[in-house]
C-alpha cells in the first residue's frame, strides 16, 4: 500500500461543473496536508495547505481534511478550462520535521 | 507566496560531461531543500534531501557520488550530476522548505536536462 494514493484519473468534468479530487494516507501521525497543481511540462505550484479537520476555503478551491477516516480532498467550484493539470496531494508527518510524501497525482481535464 | 528560482532552466550537454544546477530561496531562508527528478508522464520522484551545513541524505537508489548535493548556504543548494549520460535527460526539480513559518515545500521552476 502506498503512503499516498490518489486515483489517477483521468478525470473529466463539463466547464463550470464542480471537481472533486481525492487523497488517503496511511501515516495516522501525519499533520500537514497539501494541494499542488503541475500542468504539463512545468513544476509543481502551491495551490492550499490544510492542517486541521475541516473545511479550508480559498477562492474556488476548499480543501476538506478527515484525520479520522485519513483522507483529504479537494473541491474546485466552477471549473475552468485553465484548471486542467494534475493535482498531487502531499503530506507530511510532523510540522517542521520529516519530508513531505506525495502521491503520484490525478489528472484533471476540463472541457469547455 | 515564497519564491524558489532554479538555474538553468534548460540544457544541453554531451555525454560524459559534468552539469550543475543551482536552486536558490529568494525570499526565505530554507534549512532542508530537496531535489526531485521527473520523467515524462511519471511522478516526481524525490532523489535526495538536501540539509544546510550537512551531507545530503539521498534516497534508495540514488548514487550519491553521481549526484553530488551541495547546500552551503540557508538559500543555495547545488545538484551535480556527474558524468551524464542520456538516461540522466530528465526535468529536475528543487523544493525549499519554508521552515521560519510552516513545512510548506516550495518548488523552483525546474531545469530540463538533455543529454547527448
Known amino acids: 500500500q502506498k503512503e499516498v494514493e490518489q486515483n489517477s484519473g483521468p478525470l473529466s468534468v463539463p466547464e463550470g461543473a464542480i471537481a472533486s479530487l481525492n487523497c488517503t494516507y496511511s501515516?495516522?501521525?501525519?499533520?500537514?496536508f497539501f494541494w499542488y497543481r503541475q500542468y504539463s511540462g512545468k513544476s509543481p505550484e502551491l495551490i492550499m495547505s490544510?492542517?486541521?479537520?475541516g473545511d479550508k476555503e480559498d477562492g474556488r478551491f476548499t480543501a476538506q481534511l478527515n484525520k479520522a477516516s485519513q483522507y483529504v480532498s479537494l473541491l474546485i467550484r466552477d471549473s475552468q478550462p485553465s484548471d486542467s493539470a494534475t493535482y498531487l496531494c502531499?503530506?507530511?508527518?510532523?510540522?517542521?520535521?520529516?519530508?513531505?510524501?506525495f502521491g503520484d497525482g490525478t489528472t484533471l481535464t476540463v472541457k469547455p | 507566496g515564497a519564491v524558489v528560482s532554479q538555474h538553468p532552466s534548460r540544457v544541453i550537454c554531451k555525454s560524459g560531461t559534468s552539469v550543475k544546477i543551482e536552486c536558490r530561496s529568494l525570499d526565505f531562508q530554507a534549512t532542508t531543500m530537496f531535489w526531485y527528478r521527473q520523467f515524462p508522464k511519471q511522478s516526481l520522484m524525490l532523489m535526495a534531501t538536501s540539509n544546510e551545513g550537512s551531507k545530503a541524505t539521498y534516497e534508495q537508489g540514488v548514487e550519491k557520488d553521481k549526484f553530488l548535493i551541495n547546500h552551503a548556504s540557508l538559500t543555495l543548494s547545488t545538484l551535480t550530476v556527474t558524468s551524464a549520460h542520456p538516461e540522466d535527460s530528465s526535468f529536475y526539480i528543487c523544493?525549499?522548505?519554508?521552515?521560519?513559518?510552516?513545512?510548506?515545500?516550495?518548488f523552483g521552476p525546474g531545469t530540463r536536462l538533455t543529454v547527448l
Open positions: 502531499a503530506v507530511t508527518p510532523n510540522t517542521n520535521a520529516g519530508k513531505s510524501t
Open positions: 490544510i492542517y486541521s479537520n
Open positions: 501515516d495516522r501521525g501525519s499533520q500537514s
Open positions: 523544493s525549499a522548505r519554508d521552515f521560519a513559518s510552516t513545512d510548506t515545500q516550495y
